[in-house]
């Protein structure tokens, strides 16, 4: 698959500007405000600024804000920040709201031009009248009002003279039309609140599927590109200009969604798990949000390549997890320095050790990166190793330390396991070891070989840490499906009222599949000089994999990991 066939939009981009139909290509990136970005929005946004940089375009970062939503600001905050740390720059910030103006005069001349009208009809009477897909819709007993009683009543509607619900604005198209998003959409609703940006001026906002396309027109955005269910809108998005005599026409062309296996997508549905506090915010690690991922470790580079390796079609199955893991394996194989951490750790004494001495061994941080230098770290009598990495009775083929075995402790000493002390409840509490001084690292000694090497930091300089390995979240191999295929007509009062649902309105039976292992914290021990690790910074611990100094937790001198990946996967890109 070449990267021009992964992405079916730029080929229309390069035919628009061959043909002329397009001078400069104008995107936009389109959030609603009502929740945090998610992976799924970082499709869009590689897409939209991708291709406008790739044609030295521009894309405008709008928020499409015209609900009057109530926690906008701290969504509006947060998507800035998303956007930005995974690498973009947009040309134009805009709020959708900042047109409602324009917006409402469009709509006057709809009504003038006798293509708008006021109903006085229930949302349900609405909905009754609007018909299926294999009946006809009814036309509205209102539908016939004239122009002059129009222009008054949708200025009484601005005016506050109704109540919500009492009337709306809806575009008079055809009521038999088989695409039911042309059966008269409603395109202005009544709703007493307050709006993050516009405040108590607006009592009537615009329904999404009429402001969508006019906040395209208004911004000159050549290619707007928005998700699969938006399909069968198209033809009222281009009524919408034509009709409203918009100066710039605006293209809809749609590509399908982005899905991961194990994960709920949809912002209600993440919503509701913060709500619920199945999670610790919008940024825990286990979320797939943007910030989640950061948080976990992932870096901008990652998240960009694995976007571009899952191709624009207009296909939207779900995309394996696990395929993401490879990218920032990738990202970081040669920048992380490679250290040692102990997550459940087992004292070792080495009594042929002279008691009190301390020697600096010589370790590099990176086999396969010369680059990243080396460091020293403390080698003495007492040393935590892995615990597995112990067993009283070993299976068959178990090279690590057992009594009487002798393994390599990594980039130092071979060691012998001489005794094995435990409590009184028989619980192995410590091990008691003699090493052999000719086998220290980079001696070249070649005397005799051992078949296994463990990691171990030495105790008494060892950093407290803890570590929080991660499990999927959710267990779905499928993936969500389209969270909108079945979404309501464009300009019904559904397909609004789903908007304003937030969580309230989302499906819970998800919660039922949550992974009450999703979370596992272990308590163990750093190498002495990552006491003050800096926020972010990220290594990979032998055996255990990646990790990333946790921004939120993380405390001087003791530090908090979280696991970004293992070292392997079973999956292959
Ligand atoms: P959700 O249903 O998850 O809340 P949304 O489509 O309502 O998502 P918006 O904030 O309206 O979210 O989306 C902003 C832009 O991102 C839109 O153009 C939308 O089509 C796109 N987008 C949202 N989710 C995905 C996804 N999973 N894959 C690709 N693009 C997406
Ligand atoms: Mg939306
Ligand atoms: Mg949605």
Sequence with gaps: RTEENSNFIKTIIVEDLKAGRAKEIVTRFPPEPNGYLHIGHARSIVLNFGVADEFGGRTNLRFDDTNPVKEDVEYVEAIKED???????????????????????????????????????????????????????????????????????????????????????????????????????????????????????????????????????????????????????????????RECEMPHVSRQYEFGRLNLTNAVMSKRKLKLLVDEKVVDGWDDPRMPTISGFRRKGFTPKSIRDFITATGISRGSGAVDARMLDHYIREDLKLAAPRTMAVLDPLKVVITNYPEGQVEMLEIENNSENPELGSRSIPFSREIYIEREDFMETP??????????????????????????????????????CTYDPETKSGTGFTGRKVKGTIHWVEATRAVPAEFRLYEPLIYDEDGETDPDAEAAPAGSLEAEGERLAGAAGADKSFLNRINPNSLVTANGFVEPDMKDVAAHSKFQFFRHGYFNVDPKTSAPGRPVFNRIVSLKSSFEV
């Excluded at 090279?399 to 192995?428: M, Q, T, W």
């Design 395 to 432: 299976p068959p083929k178990y090279h690590r330390l057992y009594p009487g075995n002798e393994v390599r402790l990594k980039s130092a000493y071979f060691i012998k396991c001489e005794e094995v002390v435990k409590d009184e409840a028989g619980n192995v509490v410590e091990l008691r």
């Design 83 to 241: 956007v930005k740390w995974l690498g973009y720059e947009w040309d134009g910030l805009f709020f959708a709201s900042d047109y409602f103006e324009e917006m409402y005069d469009r709509a006057v001349l709809l009504i003038k031009k006798g293509l708008a009208y006021v109903d006085d009809s229930t949302a349900d009477q609405i909905r009754e009248m609007r018909g299926t897909l294999t009946e006809p819709g009814r036309e509205s007993p209102y539908r016939n009002r004239s122009v002059e009683e129009n222009l008054d009543l949708f200025a009484r509607m601005r005016a506050g003279e109704f109540q919500n619900g009492q009337k709306v604005l809806r575009a008079k198209i055809d009521m038999k039309s088989p695409n039911i998003n042309m059966r008269d959409p409603v395109i202005y609703r009544i709703s007493h609140a307050h709006h993050h940006n516009t405040g108590d001026k607006w009592c009537i906002y615009p329904m999404y599927a009429y402001a969508h396309p006019l906040e395209d027109a208004i911004e000159g955005v050549t290619h707007s590109l928005c998700t699969l269910e938006f399909e069968d809108q198209r033809p009222f998005y281009d009524w919408v200009i």
